[in-house]
T-cell receptor
Framework: KQEVTQIPAALSVPEGENLVLNCSFTDSAIYNLQWFRQDPGKGLTSLLLIQSSQREQTSGRLNASLDKSSGRSTLYIAASQPGDSATYLC????????????FGQGTELSVKP | NAGVTQTPKFQVLKTGQSMTLQCAQDMNHEYMSWYRQDPGMGLRLIHYSVGAGITDQGEVPNGYNVSRSTTEDFPLRLLSAAPSQTSVYFCASQRERDTQYFGPGTRLTVL
C-alpha cells in the first residue's frame, strides 16, 4: 500500500531564507507527483507536477525534484516571503489506479517578517 | 472557465439526514474525485471516476454514493449522515497524467 510522508509537519523561518520541504513515498510505481499549496479555509492549488520520467520542475522561486528510485521528492523555496505561509502537500498518483492521488499530511510553513 | 465548482459551501445536518454535495467542472476532464479532509488525517479519497458511467471506491467509501451520468458533474450523496462525516469535502478533476484541479470545498457539520 502506497504511503506518503512529509517531514517536518511544521516549519517556521525568517523572511528571505531558502528552505526545503521533504516528501517520501513507499512505492516507486507512480505516474507522477504533485506539490500543492493550501491556505487556511481554502482549497488546494497545484504548484508543480513532476512526471515519473522527469527529475525536476521549476516555477518562479519554486523547484521540485523527484528521485523515484529512492522514493523522495523535495520542494525548494528560494528567498521565502510572508506570502509563502501556507500548508504544502505532496501527492503521488499510483500507476494503474485511475485518477487517484495519495496525499501526505502536509507541512505547515510560517514565514516571519 | 469556472474550473471546479462545489455547492453548497457550508452545510449543517442532523444525524440520519441525507443530502447531496454537488460538483461540476467545465474543463472536459475525464477524471473526477471526491476527498475528505480531517485534522491529523490529511486528504483521503472517497470515490473517483475515470469517465461518464464509471465510478470506483477510494480509501473511505462507506456511507457515500456517487454517480457520473455526464462528464461535467460528479455528485456525492450522503445516505444517512453521521457525526463521523463532519469534515471538509473537496472535489477535484484532471486529464490523464495531468495536474489535478480542486474545488473550494464544502464544510459539513453533522450534529
Amino acid at each position: 500500500k502506497q504511503e506518503v510522508t512529509q517531514i517536518p509537519a511544521a516549519l517556521s523561518v525568517p523572511e528571505g531564507e531558502n528552505l526545503v520541504l521533504n516528501c517520501s513515498f513507499t512505492d516507486s510505481a507512480i505516474y507522477n507527483l504533485q506539490w500543492f499549496r493550501q491556505d487556511p479555509g481554502k482549497g488546494l492549488t497545484s504548484l508543480l507536477l513532476i512526471q515519473s520520467s522527469q527529475r525536476e520542475q521549476t516555477s518562479g522561486r519554486l523547484n521540485a525534484s523527484l528521485d523515484k528510485s529512492s522514493g523522495r521528492s523535495t520542494l525548494y523555496i528560494a528567498a521565502s516571503q510572508p506570502g509563502d505561509s501556507a500548508t504544502y502537500l505532496c501527492a503521488v498518483r499510483p500507476r494503474d489506479q485511475g485518477g487517484k492521488l495519495i496525499f501526505g499530511q502536509g507541512t505547515e510553513l510560517s514565514v516571519k517578517p | 472557465n469556472a474550473g471546479v465548482t462545489q455547492t453548497p459551501k457550508f452545510q449543517v445536518l442532523k444525524t440520519g439526514q441525507s443530502m447531496t454535495l454537488q460538483c461540476a467542472q467545465d474543463m472536459n476532464h475525464e477524471y473526477m474525485s471526491w476527498y475528505r479532509q480531517d485534522p491529523g488525517m490529511g486528504l483521503r479519497l472517497i470515490h473517483y471516476s475515470v469517465g461518464a458511467g464509471i465510478t470506483d471506491q477510494g480509501e473511505v467509501p462507506n456511507g457515500y454514493n456517487v454517480s457520473r451520468s455526464t462528464t461535467e458533474d460528479f455528485p456525492l450523496r450522503l445516505l444517512s449522515a453521521a457525526p463521523s462525516q463532519t469534515s471538509v469535502y473537496f472535489c477535484a478533476s484532471q486529464r490523464e497524467r495531468d495536474t489535478q484541479y480542486f474545488g473550494p470545498g464544502t464544510r459539513l457539520t453533522v450534529l
